[in-house]
């Protein structure tokens, strides 16, 4: 069982479009990150959220944490090339460790040129 | 800062030999995990530690040992490799931390294949 469902799992779309991609669970995360791992390399972090409704920008990103805190989104204005990568969601459930995080299995963009 | 470095970066096994793949963080940092990332299968827990000399299972630890004798290094030994475990691994770090939240820190990763 799958504990956070990435969707969707491949996007493959033109430089300038716009995007969404999402994170969804039944269970209620402390925390929620996002990271992007690039081919050949180890996962990076972009943000962490924590409270419930939380939105935060980073440049053309704009990441949100649900309300009920199960679930987040992502979305990337106008992408380019260099946005191309593996996006991962990875939480710390609530009542449980805040070192452990379950990862989601990702979604793979690719934007072309 | 070197960050998390990992040892080999590629590495060819045949069936049955052993190999362990090192892991070291220069960043002072109490947790150290090792995943493994198969493709279209995100990252599964396979060891952590929460500092030298304390390690604990993840999710899927069948086939696989860990030690932490110091804080630096947390090497994952495979004693009897198989087939199933081709995969990318990857090592990663984090602070101890009061909030609520906890940023790890990734190696470049390990890529294994068992022949």
């Known amino acids: 069982t799958q504990l956070l469902e990435q969707s969707p799992q491949f996007l493959s779309i033109q430089e300038g479009e716009n995007l969404t991609v999402y994170c969804n669970s039944s269970?209620?995360?402390?925390?929620l990150q996002w990271y992007r791992q690039e081919p050949g390399e180890g996962p990076v972090l972009l943000v962490t959220v924590v409270t419930g409704g939380e939105v935060k920008k980073l440049k053309r990103l704009t990441f949100q944490f649900g309300d009920a805190r199960k679930d987040s989104s992502l979305h990337i204005t106008a992408a380019q090339p260099g946005d191309t990568g593996l996006y991962l969601c990875?939480?710390?459930?609530?009542?449980?460790?805040?070192?452990?995080?379950?990862f989601g299995k990702g979604t793979l963009l690719t934007v072309n040129p | 800062n070197a960050g998390v470095t990992q040892t080999p970066k590629f590495r060819i096994l045949k069936i049955g030999q052993s190999m362990t793949l090192q892991c070291a963080q220069d960043?002072?940092?109490?947790?150290m995990y090792w995943y493994r990332q198969d493709p279209g299968m995100g990252l599964k827990l396979i060891y952590y530690?929460?500092?030298?000399?304390?390690?604990d299972k993840g999710e899927v630890p069948n086939g696989y040992n860990v030690s932490r004798s110091t804080t630096e290094d947390f090497p994952l030994r495979l004693e009897l490799a198989a087939p199933s475990q081709t995969s990318v691994y990857f090592c990663a770090s984090s602070a101890r931390q009061k909030k609520s939240y906890n940023e790890q820190f990734f190696g470049p990763g390990t890529r294994l294949t068992v022949l």
């Open positions: 530690s929460v500092g030298a000399g304390i390690t």
């Open positions: 960043m002072n940092h109490n947790y």
């Open positions: 269970s209620v995360f402390s925390s």
């Open positions: 990875a939480g710390a459930l609530s009542g449980g460790s805040n070192y452990k995080l379950t």
